[in-house]
Each structure stands twice: as C-alpha cells, then as structure tokens.
C-alpha cells in the first residue's frame, strides 16, 4: 500500500485541493494539451501523474482519483482511497 502525504499533489503545489481534480480530468479529457506530454504549460508532469493515482492505487489516473480528490476535500476520506 502507499502512502500519501498532503505534498503529492497532482499539480504538485504541495496541497490538495479541488484544482487537483481540475488537472486529473484535464490530462484525461485533453491528453494531447494537458497530459504528462502536452502542449499546454500548465499541463500535468510525471511526478504529477504518480501523485494523482490515489484510487485504486496502481490501476493509473482515472476519473475515480478526481472524484476521490473531491471526496477528500470535503473530508468524506482519506488519501490514498483504497
């Protein structure tokens, strides 16, 4: 199991916020613009993906590790969801 820290971050600002689940959805609904290539500058880096599988750890980034940013958020759970 892995551990999580308020640091990992999928924007990697070294706090966990609604803006982590912005950038989740972005880098899978845009990958070409927003993905761990992309041509965006604010898109999602390499440490930022690692950080962002915080679902299901290790079934890579998906919309249940933006929703569990979001449950996160509003205090319903605890990072990493199982």
Known sequence: ?????????ANC???IDISDAVMILQSIANNDKYG???TD???????GMKNADCSSYGDGV???DALAVQKYVVGLITLPEE
Do not use: L, N
């Open 1 to 9: 199991q892995r551990q999580m820290c308020i640091r990992d971050s």
């Open 13 to 15: 600002d070294a706090k």
């Open 36 to 38: 761990p290539d992309g």
């Open 41 to 47: 500058p604010t898109h999602i880096t390499e440490q």
């Open 62 to 64: 998906t919309t249940k």
